[in-house]
């Protein structure tokens, strides 16, 4: 079977969460990685990167999937994820 | 634009490190301005020098690079006596004790908990016995592999060792090739059994003869851009070029140097000169070099000994090491003893090396598998040196999961990886001992275990391949691996196949366990190998050979040993930590 497509080690920024991939007709649960990158020099972009354990995925080739951010764009998501973890932080409370 | 360790090694990088760690040693850790930690840490590892991680501020890893793993007993004893006054730490290894070495998958040696200040009288001891810590790490030449044996081994076509010497002087300490845009990894095999293991090395000389001038020449073909790391593994490519021994320091200054204009500076992910071959083809590389770096004619490549390798080859006719008593074409023998994980207390590397002296060896080798060979025991002193106390932990005949047992540095040192490793495969190889039965006729069944993605235990290569990865368990994330199957190399290389991912770390001797039960079911006879039977399955069928599951086997470093200061030690917490300490290891104020 295929070899993982990203490299997973103590610079990861998270080796075990839960996923899922969802499409027409398909939709399988797996565990994933998730790693947030910038170019070592002069960085230009944020680069998301997400991969699902192939071996528990009958619908979709081994992949990653990556999307990339401009400064502005990572503070939005930031932002976003700020208030989302605020939200589910005060629901738990109550 | 050149990347940002490229501009830190413009400013200072080589030779002259040197002077910047001698003052840093005279003036003490503080004196390294916390703001250029990253850039200095990057120097030193031209020095041989990696900062440990997290939590272990202030102490270093030190490796020392012996080409082929070659000493004389006299350079053992030193590495054993420098690792028993300076590699102790703040806390025991609850396996090993509070002074080791490790020996290496790159036939080098390592000692940690190394502080700054006591690197002059480290290098002065070394030194004074011919060793040296110079490019063990860094961007330039590394330690050149290959077999401990040549000149001695019985079973080679050329004796290597008077030119990886050549090699080892002309690249070591040499400014034409000291700032390469990565690692550059050289093996060079002149023997029968492959155990150079070229095939994942940036260059390799492998052994071949050819008909030159009506003359038959034995010398070495030679291959560029193997090597494991990153996702894409790779062995190294046939460049169709034959080189005569003579001519092999011409060769390697102008592939290095190929590598050291044409190499890609600006993102070092793509720097390894593999992915060069990958670019450019393996016809470009030799015409480029014909053009650019030779000034003679190169013969095209020779006839090859691949189909004689046998070494971590996964062959069911012959094992893939160098353990046991072996013949020297003098007359004499060489004893390959089995150091579990490469690992050796201090006390034991120095009782071996008078042992060695004591019988009139001459010769201490390392080998890829983490193992150590005497050579030059006389026939009449076998039987003294078979019974003697020291070999009943250095086995030459170890239990087969024993024997085959391979692990990286893992969360007790190294910044990178995710899980517990050495002490880890201990435990896994001696709970295999103990329960599962051995399928008659293995004689030594390969576990290479890594502490993540990087490659430093070879995982690809293995009969079986643990990579380390979390996974979670009774809503706890724990430590776990992925399992690769049937990687090895020998006359037709191959990577293992990743059949289950994120096996919790108390459930692979289980797996392991079942997996050669089945085996041991399934396989045509003893004559099919392992590494043969996964061969003929599937996808699918690798998948399903055998399930994970919990057996008596405890595993003590479930948790996360990443965010440990010291994996073993009483309080594991970063608070705990007495890094980072000064010269006598007595902890630095904080800033804070």
């Given at each position: 079977m295929a070899d993982r497509v990203l490299k997973v080690n103590?610079?990861?920024?998270?080796?075990l969460l839960d996923g899922a991939v969802e499409g027409h007709g398909f939709e399988e649960g797996a565990f994933a990685t998730l790693n947030v990158r910038t170019a070592r020099?002069?960085?230009?972009e944020v680069t998301l990167e997400l991969e699902l354990d192939?071996?528990?995925?009958?619908?979709?080739?081994p992949h990653a999937d990556r999307v990339t951010l401009s400064a502005a764009e990572a503070e939005r998501l930031a932002d976003e994820l700020q208030s989302a973890a605020d939200r589910v932080a005060s629901a738990e409370e109550e | 634009m050149p990347s940002k360790v490229e501009r830190w090694k413009d400013e200072t990088y080589g030779m002259e490190i040197r002077d910047h760690l001698l003052r840093f040693a005279e003036e003490g850790?503080?004196?390294?301005p916390e703001d250029e930690h990253d850039a200095w840490f990057e120097r030193f590892k031209w020095w041989g020098l990696y900062h440990q991680r997290k939590g272990q501020e202030s102490y270093f890893m030190m490796r020392i690079g012996t080409p082929m793993g070659r000493m004389t007993p006299e350079q053992l004893r030193t590495v054993g006596e420098v690792a028993r006054e300076y590699?102790?730490?703040?806390v025991e290894n609850p396996?090993?004790?509070d002074a080791y070495a490790d020996f290496t998958t790159r036939q080098s040696i390592q000692l940690h908990w190394i502080k700054v200040e006591d690197i002059p009288d480290i290098w002065d001891e070394l030194e004074s016995v011919g060793l040296s810590t110079i490019q063990?790490?860094?961007?330039s030449w590394r330690n050149i592999v290959g077999s401990p044996v040549a000149g001695r081994d019985?079973?080679?076509?050329?004796?290597v060792w008077p030119i990886v010497q050549e090699l080892h002087e002309t690249f070591k300490g040499n400014d034409l090739y000291a700032n390469l845009p990565r690692k550059w990894k050289v093996a060079m095999t002149g023997d029968r059994?492959?155990?150079?293991?070229?095939?994942?090395?940036?260059?390799a000389f492998e052994p071949a003869t050819k008909e030159l001038d009506g003359e038959a020449v034995a010398g070495f073909n030679v291959n560029v851009g193997g090597g494991l790391a990153r996702k894409e593994p790779r062995f190294a490519r046939d460049i169709d070029v034959f080189c005569r021994p003579e001519n092999a320091t011409d060769v390697a200054a102008g592939l290095s140097a190929l590598f050291r204009d044409y190499?890609?500076?600006?993102?070092r992910f793509n720097a390894r000169i593999k992915f060069l071959v990958d670019e450019w083809g393996p016809e470009k590389v030799r015409s480029v070099l014909q053009e650019e770096y030779v000034d003679y004619e190169l013969p095209t490549a020779g006839e090859g000994l691949r189909d004689e390798y046998d070494y971590n080859a996964g062959r069911s006719d012959s094992?893939?090491?160098?353990?046991g008593v072996h013949d020297q074409h003098d007359g004499r023998n060489f004893l390959g003893l089995y150091v579990l994980v490469g690992r050796m207390a201090a006390a034991d590397v120095i009782e071996l090396a008078d042992l060695a002296e004591a019988y009139g060896s001459e010769m201490i080798g390392l080998t890829q598998r983490q193992n150590v060979i005497v050579g030059d025991v006389a026939d009449e002193d076998l039987d003294d040196f078979l019974a003697e106390d020291l070999l009943d932990d250095?086995?030459?005949?170890?239990h087969p999961f024993l024997r085959g047992s391979i692990a990286c540095?893992?969360?007790?040192?190294?910044?990178?990886?995710i899980v517990e490793t050495k002490n880890r495969m201990v435990r896994y190889g001696r709970w295999l001992r103990d329960n599962v039965p051995v399928p008659e006729g293995v004689q030594d069944f390969h576990i290479h275990l890594s502490?993540?993605?990087?490659?430093c235990a070879q995982p690809?290569?293995?009969?079986i391949s643990l990579r380390g990865m979390k996974t979670r368990k009774d809503g706890d994330a724990v430590e776990a691996f992925d399992v690769g199957l049937g990687g090895g190399l020998g006359e037709n290389p191959q990577f293992a196949d990743?059949?289950?991912?994120?096996?919790p770390a108390d459930e692979v001797p289980g797996y392991i366990a079942n997996l050669v039960e089945t085996y041991e079911a399934e396989r045509?006879?003893?004559?099919?190998?392992f590494r043969d039977f996964v061969a003929g399955r599937d996808e699918d069928e690798l998948a399903a050979l055998a399930e994970a599951e919990e057996t008596s086997y405890e595993d003590p470093y479930l948790g996360n040993t990443k965010l440990t200061w010291y994996p073993y030690a009483e309080d594991t917490s970063m608070d705990a930590s007495p890094a980072p300490t000064d010269g006598q290891g007595e902890p630095l104020p904080s800033d804070d």
């Amino acid at each position: 079977m295929a070899d993982r497509v990203l490299k997973v080690n103590a610079f990861t920024t998270f080796d075990l969460l839960d996923g899922a991939v969802e499409g027409h007709g398909f939709e399988e649960g797996a565990f994933a990685t998730l790693n947030v990158r910038t170019a070592r020099e002069a960085p230009e972009e944020v680069t998301l990167e997400l991969e699902l354990d192939n071996t528990e995925l009958e619908s979709v080739p081994p992949h990653a999937d990556r999307v990339t951010l401009s400064a502005a764009e990572a503070e939005r998501l930031a932002d976003e994820l700020q208030s989302a973890a605020d939200r589910v932080a005060s629901a738990e409370e109550e | 634009m050149p990347s940002k360790v490229e501009r830190w090694k413009d400013e200072t990088y080589g030779m002259e490190i040197r002077d910047h760690l001698l003052r840093f040693a005279e003036e003490g850790w503080d004196a390294i301005p916390e703001d250029e930690h990253d850039a200095w840490f990057e120097r030193f590892k031209w020095w041989g020098l990696y900062h440990q991680r997290k939590g272990q501020e202030s102490y270093f890893m030190m490796r020392i690079g012996t080409p082929m793993g070659r000493m004389t007993p006299e350079q053992l004893r030193t590495v054993g006596e420098v690792a028993r006054e300076y590699a102790t730490g703040p806390v025991e290894n609850p396996e090993f004790g509070d002074a080791y070495a490790d020996f290496t998958t790159r036939q080098s040696i390592q000692l940690h908990w190394i502080k700054v200040e006591d690197i002059p009288d480290i290098w002065d001891e070394l030194e004074s016995v011919g060793l040296s810590t110079i490019q063990a790490c860094g961007d330039s030449w590394r330690n050149i592999v290959g077999s401990p044996v040549a000149g001695r081994d019985a079973d080679e076509l050329i004796d290597v060792w008077p030119i990886v010497q050549e090699l080892h002087e002309t690249f070591k300490g040499n400014d034409l090739y000291a700032n390469l845009p990565r690692k550059w990894k050289v093996a060079m095999t002149g023997d029968r059994r492959g155990s150079g293991q070229g095939d994942i090395n940036d260059l390799a000389f492998e052994p071949a003869t050819k008909e030159l001038d009506g003359e038959a020449v034995a010398g070495f073909n030679v291959n560029v851009g193997g090597g494991l790391a990153r996702k894409e593994p790779r062995f190294a490519r046939d460049i169709d070029v034959f080189c005569r021994p003579e001519n092999a320091t011409d060769v390697a200054a102008g592939l290095s140097a190929l590598f050291r204009d044409y190499g890609d500076r600006e993102d070092r992910f793509n720097a390894r000169i593999k992915f060069l071959v990958d670019e450019w083809g393996p016809e470009k590389v030799r015409s480029v070099l014909q053009e650019e770096y030779v000034d003679y004619e190169l013969p095209t490549a020779g006839e090859g000994l691949r189909d004689e390798y046998d070494y971590n080859a996964g062959r069911s006719d012959s094992p893939g090491d160098y353990i046991g008593v072996h013949d020297q074409h003098d007359g004499r023998n060489f004893l390959g003893l089995y150091v579990l994980v490469g690992r050796m207390a201090a006390a034991d590397v120095i009782e071996l090396a008078d042992l060695a002296e004591a019988y009139g060896s001459e010769m201490i080798g390392l080998t890829q598998r983490q193992n150590v060979i005497v050579g030059d025991v006389a026939d009449e002193d076998l039987d003294d040196f078979l019974a003697e106390d020291l070999l009943d932990d250095y086995s030459p005949d170890p239990h087969p999961f024993l024997r085959g047992s391979i692990a990286c540095t893992g969360t007790e040192y190294c910044s990178l990886s995710i899980v517990e490793t050495k002490n880890r495969m201990v435990r896994y190889g001696r709970w295999l001992r103990d329960n599962v039965p051995v399928p008659e006729g293995v004689q030594d069944f390969h576990i290479h275990l890594s502490g993540c993605t990087a490659s430093c235990a070879q995982p690809q290569i293995a009969d079986i391949s643990l990579r380390g990865m979390k996974t979670r368990k009774d809503g706890d994330a724990v430590e776990a691996f992925d399992v690769g199957l049937g990687g090895g190399l020998g006359e037709n290389p191959q990577f293992a196949d990743w059949v289950k991912m994120r096996v919790p770390a108390d459930e692979v001797p289980g797996y392991i366990a079942n997996l050669v039960e089945t085996y041991e079911a399934e396989r045509a006879g003893p004559e099919e190998s392992f590494r043969d039977f996964v061969a003929g399955r599937d996808e699918d069928e690798l998948a399903a050979l055998a399930e994970a599951e919990e057996t008596s086997y405890e595993d003590p470093y479930l948790g996360n040993t990443k965010l440990t200061w010291y994996p073993y030690a009483e309080d594991t917490s970063m608070d705990a930590s007495p890094a980072p300490t000064d010269g006598q290891g007595e902890p630095l104020p904080s800033d804070d």
